[in-house]
């Protein structure tokens, strides 16, 4: 069974930073392209950070020039830098494999909360 769990949101200034962690387990993690979402109160849930397996990313127009998505296959982790936060990226950040701009391959984790406000 696969497992995603989502850490390290919180509480932060407009302009500041954070890093999401996201721990996988029950799969081969390097086998799989990984992506970050994320999903605000009355919103659909976004893709707005992939990173495939040979380590390439790409991001949504969003967060682009801002976030920065990492992996670990030793560890079996993702990464999300977040800087230049803005009230705008207030949202729950998820985990998953993509199966679509807003859909993933198994079933979704906890995720974490980031809210950014003064």
């Known amino acids: 069974q696969v497992q995603f769990v989502e850490s390290g949101g919180g509480l932060v200034q407009p302009g500041g930073s954070l890093r999401l962690s996201c721990s996988v387990t029950?799969?081969?993690?390097?086998?799989?392209?990984w992506g970050w979402y994320r999903q605000a109160p009355g919103k659909k849930r976004d893709l707005v950070a992939l990173?495939?397996?040979?380590?390439?990313?790409t991001y949504s127009d969003s967060v682009k020039g801002r976030f920065s998505v990492s992996r670990d296959n030793a560890t079996n982790m993702i990464y999300l830098h977040m800087n230049s936060l803005m009230p705008e990226d207030s949202a729950r950040y998820y985990c998953?494999?993509?199966?679509?701009?807003?859909?993933?391959?198994?079933?979704w984790g906890q995720g974490t909360q980031v809210t950014v406000s003064s």
């Open positions: 029950g799969v081969i993690f390097s086998s799989y392209n």
């Open positions: 998953n494999a993509p199966t679509g701009l807003s859909d993933g391959l198994w079933d």
């Open positions: 990173i495939t397996k040979t380590d390439e990313s």
